[in-house]
């Protein structure tokens, strides 16, 4: 079943897109769902994988006798930028999704485009339970609860951008940068986050 989500960070294109796909945002998420130790990540923010391990008690009921065992899910993390005259125009970040021991799949693409100081962004998803009979109710619930989690998640990437653009500084590089030959926090002319 496929679904569709809109909204809008609080950030440039380039560092939202680093955001979505850092551990660190993904360590908010798992805090804010309270399922802290239930998702593993490597990588980088550009390519990464999660998995999540969610056990059989956490899950809801409709989907408990289909998976005894708990979930495991895998996420796989592709981002992809369309660049021009070196600034970045657009991007992609694409999550394949496999159900491990279930008959489910599904991908989640976020499609950013620069807006400036904002970057809106247009969420695509798609998720398949092969059940005869319940499947398609399966994938109600499950579209349901994931446009939910989307509606919050904006909120939660906001916070994530904002820390780190305090962390950097107004203009996105800290005090001592190795660009900034002169070792003293960075000017006015340079490029603002």
Request: glycine fraction near 12%; avoid cysteine; proline fraction near 5%.
């Amino acid at each position: 079943m496929k679904f569709q989500s809109e909204t809008s960070y609080v950030g440039p294109i380039a560092l939202v897109l680093d955001v979505l796909g850092s551990e660190e945002l993904l360590r908010k998420r798992e805090a804010d769902a309270g399922a802290e130790g239930m998702v593993n990540y490597s990588g980088t923010s550009r390519d990464h994988i999660f998995q999540v391990q969610v056990p059989n008690s956490e899950l809801p009921s409709a989907v408990r006798s289909f998976l005894p065992n708990g979930l495991t899910a895998v996420l796989t993390g592709t981002a992809k930028e369309l660049t021009e005259a070196g600034q970045v125009q657009g991007a992609s970040l694409v999550y394949d999704i496999a159900v491990q021991g279930a008959p489910a799949s599904g991908s989640l693409t976020f499609i950013l485009a620069d807006g400036g100081a904002t970057t809106p962004a247009k969420i695509l998803g798609d998720i398949s339970v092969n059940i005869p009979f319940v499947g398609g109710r399966l994938e109600k619930a499950a579209v349901k609860e994931v446009e939910g989690l989307l509606a919050h998640d904006t909120e939660l990437v906001n916070e994530e951008v904002a820390r780190v653009r305090a962390e950097q500084g107004v203009d996105g590089e800290e005090p001592g940068d190795e660009n900034d030959p002169s070792g003293e926090a960075p000017g006015s002319d340079a490029t603002e986050y």
